[in-house]
C-alpha cells in the first residue's frame, strides 16, 4: 500500500543530545499506527519533524510525499495534529477556540464539530481557563477530530479523559479509519494502543528497535503457556520443559512456560506427551513486546 508518512534515517541532534539517531518509520495509508516509547525515546521530536517544526540533520522525511522542510503548509492543511501538553488560549471559549484552530486550517467541518460537541459533552460557551485539563483536551479532540484531513498526529490524546471519554475516542478513531484516514497515534497506554492500532513501532534512543503489523509482531514474541492437572505429571512436565532451555514457573499450582514461536511446538507437544489436556497458549501482548526492549532501561 501506499505510505502516507516515510521516514528513513532520520538524524536530530540538539548540541551534544543526538535526539533521532537514524530513526526509520512507515505509515501505510489508512492504517492507525502506534508510536511507542518512553519519555525522552524521541516521539516527540519526530512528530515535530513530520510537521516541518523541526529540520532533520540527516535523513529523508515524507508525508504525503512531501519534504515537511519544503512544504509544511501544503502538509499541514492535510493534518490535524493533538500536542502531548495542550496549551489553549485563557480568555477565549471553548467555540472561540475551536473557531480559532479551524482558522488556522483553513478547513472545516461544522457539522462532524457540533456532533463530536456533544458526544464528548463539551460545554463550548465557558471560557478555557475554567476548564479542567480533560475538557481543554476535548476541545483540542473535537477540533482534530472534526476536521476534514487525511492524517491524525495524536500525541498522548486520551490524558485527561475519563474512561467514557476514552471510549468515546477509541470509537472516533474507529470511524477515522473507516473512513480511510490515516492515524498516527503516540500514546503510554499500551491497551489503548492494542485495542485501536493495527501496526506499531516502538523506538528507544531516537532508533526505531521494532515495527510492523501488531498481530504479526505478537505472533513473533514470547507466548505464555499455561498448564494444569495431576501434580504428578505437571512436575515431569516443567523437568522436560526446563531441559529444553524454556522459561518455565510454578504459579498457584500451574506450570507456566514462556516460549518464542519456534520452541511453542516443543512445549505443546510435551505437555501432551505428559497426558495434560488443561492446556491455554497466550499470544505476546504489546506490552511484553514493549517491555522485551525497555526493561532492562525500567530495572
Known sequence: MAETIEVKGLVKAFGQLRA???????VEEGAVHGFLGPNGSGKSTTIRC????????????????????????????????VPGEV???????????????????GRRDEARERELIERFRLDPSKRIRTYSKG???????VAALSAPVDLLVLDEPT????????????????????????????????????????????????????????????HLGARE?????????????????ESKGVAVAWDDGDVVAEADAARVPAVL???????????????????????????????
Open 20 to 26: 533521532l539517531d537514524s530513526l526509520d518509520l512507515a
Open 50 to 81: 513530520l510537521l516541518g517544526l523541526y529540520r532533520p540533520d540527516a535523513g529523508t522525511v515524507r508525508v504525503f510525499g512531501m519534504d515537511p522542510s519544503a512544504s509544511a503548509h501544503d502538509i499541514n492543511r492535510r493534518v490535524a495534529y
Open 87 to 105: 496549551a489553549l488560549w485563557p480568555n477565549l471559549t471553548g467555540q472561540q477556540a475551536l473557531d480559532a484552530l479551524a482558522a488556522l486550517r
Open 135 to 141: 475538557n481543554r483536551q476535548k476541545v483540542i479532540l
Open 159 to 218: 490524558s485527561g479523559l475519563d474512561p467514557l471519554m476514552e471510549q468515546i475516542f477509541g470509537e472516533c478513531i474507529a470511524q477515522a479509519k473507516a473512513e480511510g484516514r490515516t492515524v498516527l497515534l503516540s500514546s503510554h497506554i499500551l491497551g489503548e494502543v492494542q485495542a485501536l492500532c493495527s501496526h506499531v513501532t516502538i523506538i528507544k534512543d531516537g532508533v526505531t528497535v521494532e515495527t510492523g503489523r501488531l498481530d504479526r509482531l505478537r
Open 225 to 241: 503457556i499455561r498448564v494444569r492437572g495431576e501434580e504428578s505429571r505437571l512436575k515431569s512436565l516443567f523437568a522436560d520443559v
Open 269 to 299: 507437544g510435551a505437555a501432551v506427551a505428559a497426558g495434560l489436556a488443561d492446556i491455554t497458549c497466550t499470544a505476546a501482548s504489546l506490552e511484553d513486546l514493549f517491555l522485551r526492549h525497555y526493561e532492562a532501561t525500567v530495572r
